[in-house]
């Protein structure tokens, strides 16, 4: 048996803390991720600044590490899989987080279990299914492409096997190394509803039983605090919107009153002539307005001695946790495919059934 490595995506190291030669994952922000591996004389720039790999040996795992210039800092975490699959290079379409967890618990997946994977790929799930499988069980993965990923860096060869093959054509070529002599499960990840069409109907031809089709849809919430008042406040808080209100009514008539008496000396420039009767209409208007003013304010000033509103930043209000989606939320991925495969009552698939009706 392998030894295993003094690190490795499928659990977190005893001592906790960073060595030469250890990845690190730079947490930047949630959709700036980087994976390095510790060099002593090495540096990661960024925007924030410099980080010197010498500055992180000897530092735990989950450090807040600041920048030489302090505007910056970035976190030093330890490699796991759902950071791997957030960071990985992919060109196309890959199982995220939500798609992995439920794939895992609906096959059941648990420690000294043997699994065979169709389509390394990245290696999203692979990672997953490693740490799942730890530290006795081992997967059996299989990939078309031969650019592939070397998963003695990330320290799972002892649990992976992984192979360049296409296993359409040539099939897996392994015997007695999965036990599903009794009762084996199968899960396969489409994007398009018509792949899923024509694996059901291949599922059927084999005998598979209990074929299901799940899909899997992340819905993000915004956290809110909303303040709980009772009757009383919210009558407060009413009184001390409507005070405010009235205050700013004299000033609306203020404006007004100025605007008026602008208009009527440009006209008393125009026309040097004598009052005329639209000037006396005007001055009739402006000792209305004067006069509007004067009680508006009269009547401000009464209700600020009568009305002792308690202003809204006074109020001691209770604080509710509430949640509301946002306005676009994130579509579909992919559909997720079930069966189970029983050889202990296994009936001829339909091809045979076919093959043995022309005969």
Known sequence: MALQPKQSFAAYKDNNTIEPGDLVVLYLGRENLQLIRIQDGDEFNCKFGKYKHADM??????????????????????????????????????????????????????????MIESGTGSGSFTHSIARTIA??????????HQERMQFEEHG???????QCKDVCKEGFGIEDKVNADKMGKICTFSPCIKQISKTVTALNEHGFAEIQMYECLIRFHELRVLPVLTIDEALEMERAAEKKRKRA??????EELKKGQQESQNDGDEEKSGQTDDDDDDSKDREALNSTLSVECEMGSSSLVQNHATPRDTIE??????????????GH??????????PAVQRPCQ????AAAKK
């Open 333 to 342: 991925t992919s559909y997720l495919l079930f069966a189970t495969f029983t």
């Open 156 to 162: 799972l060869s002892h649990l992976v096997t992984l």
């Open 249 to 254: 009514l004299p000033r609306v008539l203020r």
């Open 135 to 144: 530290p006795t069980g081992h997967l059996y993965t299989f990939e078309y």
């Open 57 to 114: 040996i000897g530092l735990p795992y989950g450090t807040k590490l600041g920048s030489n210039t302090g505007r910056g800092f970035v976190y030093l975490l330890h490699p796991t899989p759902e950071l791997w699959t957030m960071i990985l290079p992919h060109r196309t379409q890959i199982p995220y987080i939500a798609d992995i967890s439920f794939v895992m618990n609906f096959l059941d997946l648990k420690p000294g279990m043997s």
């Open 317 to 330: 209000a209770r604080n509710m946790w509430t949640t509301r989606p946002p306005a676009e939320q994130r």
């Open 351 to 354: 091809t045979e059934i076919n």
